[in-house]
Structures are given as structure tokens and as C-alpha cells.
């Protein structure tokens, strides 16, 4: 391996480790990158899973980044229970760890790096219960099990 090559693999695995993903207690996995693609004369870093789906860790600014990993890792945190659907995963909080607001903001800036994902925010049991759907087309399902180190839950 030349030092382009180290180089770049470097850049990518701190690139996925922006994405510390949401949801682990669990138990978080990150998926291992099988890509990086180019455009133009600059390269854009991407995690890659099943199906074609990716996470565009460009798409945030810096300032994002790190709004967007501080979120991440309140909710990783905070997390009270994941349960399995038939499209993909819902991830449930307690609104007094966790805000309306900040899951909003969360949705908005992962949408950006991951726009393949359907998002879904629910106040339920009146107002004691804050959930996040994840879904999206066939195949998203494999992708949020491998990002998010989730299984059949």
C-alpha cells in the first residue's frame, strides 16, 4: 500500500467516525467503507452498504459536523428501545432526556448525508414517549441494521 492509498483510507475511517451513529446501546457498528467515489478533481468520501445505499459525510459543514455529533451521541445515550418494523427501525426516547426539538434538528442534518432515509417523528402516549422511524425503499432495512449495529431487536 503506497501512501496515497494509507492516506486515504485514514481520511475515511475519521470520516465514518463523524458518523458515530445514532442508537447503540445496544450495541453501535459502523459499517465498513467498500467505496470512495470521485467527483471531479476532489474526492468525496462515502460509507457504502448493501443495495447502493451511502452516507455523504461532505454533505454537512464542519459547523454541522459537530452540532450533528454531539446530537448523535445525546441519543445514543438517551436511547430507551429500539423495536424492528416491517420497513426498517423505530428508536424510542423519553422527551425528558431528549427534545422534539433536537430529534427534529438530528432528522434535518442526517437527511442531509443520508437523504435515502424516510424520517419519522412521533409524540406519543400523551407526550411521554418520543420515537424515530427509519425507513426508506427495499434494502434500507440491511443498511440501518449494519450502520446503526442493530438486529432483529
Known sequence: ???????????????????????????????????????????EFVTTAKDGFYCNVKALSPVERARHKHLTQKLISVREAVVETAKGYEFQFSPKEISLAELADWVATEG?????????????????????????????????????GVGGE
Open 1 to 43: 500500500m503506497d501512501r496515497k492509498q494509507f492516506a486515504r483510507l485514514r481520511k475515511r475511517d475519521a470520516s465514518r467516525a463523524g458518523l458515530l451513529l445514532l442508537l447503540a446501546a445496544g450495541g453501535v457498528g459502523v459499517a465498513k467503507a467498500q467505496g470512495t467515489r470521485m467527483t471531479g478533481s476532489e474526492e
Open 112 to 148: 442531509k448525508c443520508c437523504p435515502f432515509f424516510d424520517f419519522h417523528i412521533d409524540l406519543e402516549r400523551k407526550g411521554k414517549l418520543l420515537c424515530l422511524r427509519l425507513t426508506g425503499e427495499e434494502g434500507v432495512k440491511g443498511f440501518i441494521r449494519i450502520e446503526f
